[in-house]
């Protein structure tokens, strides 16, 4: 999947950066807000949430302030149908990991796009504190006939698992797990109206905790989780 992926945004960039020969009289601005969605290599169908703020310090770099809201999965989860009732749920996995990622940097502005347009490309850099929220996942099973939930353990027989339970479940019995992050990226910004950012992101990102987290307890698990993700974001400027 990995190598798929690359090649996706190996493609992605090329296309986008053949529009650069049309960037000329670049229209000005001092700030800018943008929000969206990314897909990643960690993640599932959708990767998280991010949110960011920039300021220019000078004509063409941009500090930034951030934050990103991301359920990283194991490597090896695997999603199987239960026997009786074909719900399906996670065979193995004991924890979620949420990452909650504050990121400070800088955006380097390498092309700038002419009004109404052309695209405007910048490199990404930014660095900062994780922190890990480590929620019990939680299984339905049938105990004497009637329905209820418990925590994945290996004692369980995968028999009786009818499925996975409640969203948030274990949320008020979550650990914290601290950990710093990095990201490099390229931004896209390929929108047509000068107060309106549209545009997306590829790149790389690499959390690290300050020990291994247990999401799978009967497979290797791991403290630094390197993924490749693309984003889609929306915002404004001015």
Same mark, same amino acid.
């Given at each position: ?21 049309? !960037? ?6 001092? &700030? ?8 990643? !290599? ?40 239960? !026997?009786?009732? *074909? ?13 909650? /990622?504050?990121?400070?940097? /800088? ?28 929620? %019990? ?12 939930y418990k925590k994945y353990d290996r ?5 009786? #698992?009818?499925?996975?339970? /409640?969203?948030?479940? *274990?949320? %008020?019995?979550?650990? #914290? ?17 000068? &107060? ?14 300050? &020990?291994?987290?247990?999401?799978? %307890? ?21």
């Amino acid at each position: 999947m990995s190598i798929k992926f690359c090649l996706v945004l190996i493609s992605l960039c090329a296309g986008v950066l053949s529009l650069s020969a049309q !960037t000329q009289d670049s229209y000005e601005y001092q &700030s800018e807000f943008t929000w969206g969605i990314n897909k990643n !290599t960690s993640g599932g169908l959708l990767g998280g949430l991010f949110f960011k703020k920039g300021s220019k310090l000078t004509e063409d770099v941009l500090e930034t302030y951030g934050l990103e809201v991301v359920n990283i999965k194991h490597p090896q989860e695997v999603r199987v149908s239960s !026997t009786s009732q *074909g719900n399906l749920f996670i065979f193995g996995k004991s924890n979620y990991l949420y990452a909650f /990622r504050f990121q400070y940097g /800088r955006d380097k502005i390498i092309f700038k796009k002419a009004p109404q347009q052309g695209v405007e490309i910048k490199a990404v850099f930014a660095v900062g504190p994780t922190l890990g929220l480590v929620v %019990p996942y939680y299984v339905q099973v049938f105990s004497n006939n009637v329905p209820a939930y418990k925590k994945y353990d290996r004692s369980i027989n995968p028999g009786e #698992i009818e499925g996975s339970g /409640r969203p948030f479940q *274990g949320v %008020p019995e979550s650990k #914290i797990k601290f950990g710093g992050n990095f990201k490099a990226a390229l931004n896209f910004e390929i929108g047509t109206v000068k &107060s309106q950012v549209t545009g997306f992101e590829v790149g790389f990102l690499l959390d690290a905790y300050t &020990s291994k987290i247990e999401m799978v %307890p009967e497979a290797k698990n791991y403290a630094v989780y390197p993924t490749l993700f693309i984003a889609l974001f929306y915002g404004s400027r001015k």
